[in-house]
């Protein structure tokens, strides 16, 4: 397996809802990202996963809460967005994480939409 | 920190023609550049990547070139076909896990 698979593909939800995004990789990296991308602009780093613990935290809102269950599984929890939160939400794997730099592998994204 | 800068931010060839995208980054410690291509409502892939150790990198239709002196390096590809058409994106990386991504440039080819 060489796909890094997210879901849901879309995801609508109302400013008081809770949901989750799910992403799960099968390539044995070690090193997970979040990544939220607004239209016609390129990806912004939110979270790092490294070895299953969190790395880098981009100054992200609390309302975006990452877990990292297991070396396969990352997740995006959700809770009190806001209209401007509405994005192309994308997961990423490494081989490995620190230096030498190893090259990322993106998720097919989940679309979300906040009503 | 890191910055990346993309020109041009729209670029139309007429297929067959080449295409050629140039990115220049602030810090000195980068040391891998990635190129992405992303097709409307997809998601990024990686196409071809280059480290400091190297100057060229190429793979079959595409190349990447690496100046560290200058601290830019370029995407080319030869003989495009109209399914090159999509966003690339360059990004660099340095001390950290953490991939900058240049703005963007919006790839037309047109048959």
Redesign the interface.
Known sequence: DTEVTQTPKHLVMGMTNKKSLKCEQHMGHR?M?WYKQKA????E?MF?Y?YEKL??NESVPSRFSPECPNSSLLNLHLHALQPEDSALY?CAS?PD?????????????TRLTVT | GENVEQHPSTLSVQEGDSAVIKCTYSDSAS??F?W?KQELG?????II?I?SNVGEKKDQRIAVTLNKTAKHFSLHITETQPEDSAVY?CAA???????I????TRLQVFP
């Open positions: 090193a990202y016609k602009k390129p990806p780093l790092v490294s790395s880098i994308l490494s994480a620190g230096q030498p730099s190893y090259e990322q592998y993106f998720g097919p994204g | 040391n891998y990635p992405y997809k998601r990024p892939q990686l990547d480290r994106f990386s340095g001390n950290t896990d953490k991939l991504f240049g703005t963007g």
